[in-house]
């Protein structure tokens, strides 16, 4: 929680990036509930403090919290407060970050993670202004603003039964989506420069002295899955490994694991094949092993069904999908651009069914 504006980061250029400054510019003012909509690492933390900081309440509380850091009972005891012996261990009274934030603004990341019974509490705040706290009875009266984030779906959550549709309905007043940095090609460089900038000041660097061409066309040339939060990653590294700010920047260091000595003595799981997918993709499609020959076609077995007792179609579909993929990633040595060509996708469509079966932890 703090009153105290945050640093701007949020830097570009692009049309894509300028509209979503501008629509912030529009919607801020309201004194209307706001949902941010973006892939991870897009900046939706950034876009929330500017809602807040661009708004009425600007002199007022802004209060943060990350709904998928707590189970459900500590986030609605977290959220609306508990009274004192409304749980073992609730000694006292605890204001939660309605209170807290009153008169101000909340901001909650990962809505979707929320319980359903936390929806209907959201949805009364909201509607009615009020709430009641944990073992409490007496309703109490707020005025705060709510901004909420996502990376996911929520029209396609509702639909599922997985998201409250009149919560929903509720904070889509407005939604401001944001452009994933691989439709900002244009903002790459400003922001790479930026990053290595306060990098060579932190490591107290008399200057910066920029990035070499070939390091420049592998910045412009990846296309960052964890957006504009990896992209100063791996700028803070490459400087870092550097090691001397008076020469250019040559060696991008897109995987902090990449070692000739790294174990692979590991059997791979569903897990690790996500891990070790996610952290290939950079890997240059010119090798002359790139493309997999029909000789070397994943050995794929089809699942055994016994037709005469009960089945689950979808279930034994998942299954074989997945199966497929893990050996095609195996083939194609976890390079996910050459899996989708062997497996005739497009790129983005490969990446959505790794997303769908949990192949891309850590990469949404």
Known sequence: MSRSRPADNLIGQSNSFIEVLEHVSQVAPLNKSILIIGERGTGKELIAARCHYLSQRWDQKYVT???????????????????????????????????????????????????????????????????????????????????????????????????????????????????????????????????????????????FSGFSERAKRALLDYDWPGNVRELKNVIERSVYRTGNGHIPVSDIIFDAFESPFRPQNRPLTRSNTANTAASSEHIDEANTHDTPTESESPDIKSPTINLESPIDLKEQSQQFEIQLLTEALKLCQYNQKRTAKHLGLTYHQLRGYLKKYQLLEGTQ
Do not use: W
Request: charged share 30%; net charge negative; with cysteine.
């Open 65 to 207: 919290l990350n709904c998928a850091s707590l189970n459900d009972n500590l986030l609605e005891s977290e959220l609306f407060g508990h009274e004192s012996g409304a749980f073992t261990g609730a000694s006292k009274r605890h204001e939660g970050r309605f209170e807290r934030a009153d008169g101000g603004s909340l901001f909650l990341d990962e809505l979707a993670n929320t319980s359903m019974l936390v929806q209907e509490k959201l949805l009364r705040v909201i509607e009615y202004g009020e709430f009641e706290r944990v073992g409490g009875t007496r309703p109490i009266k707020v005025d705060t603003r709510l901004i909420a984030a996502t990376n996911e779906d929520l029209p396609s959550l509702a639909a599922a039964g997985e998201f409250r549709h009149d919560l929903l309905d509720r904070l889509a007043f407005d939604v401001i989506t944001l452009p994933p940095l691989r439709h900002r090609r244009e903002d790459i460089m400003i922001l790479a420069e930026h990053f290595a900038i306060n990098m060579a000041r932190e490591l107290e660097y008399e200057l």
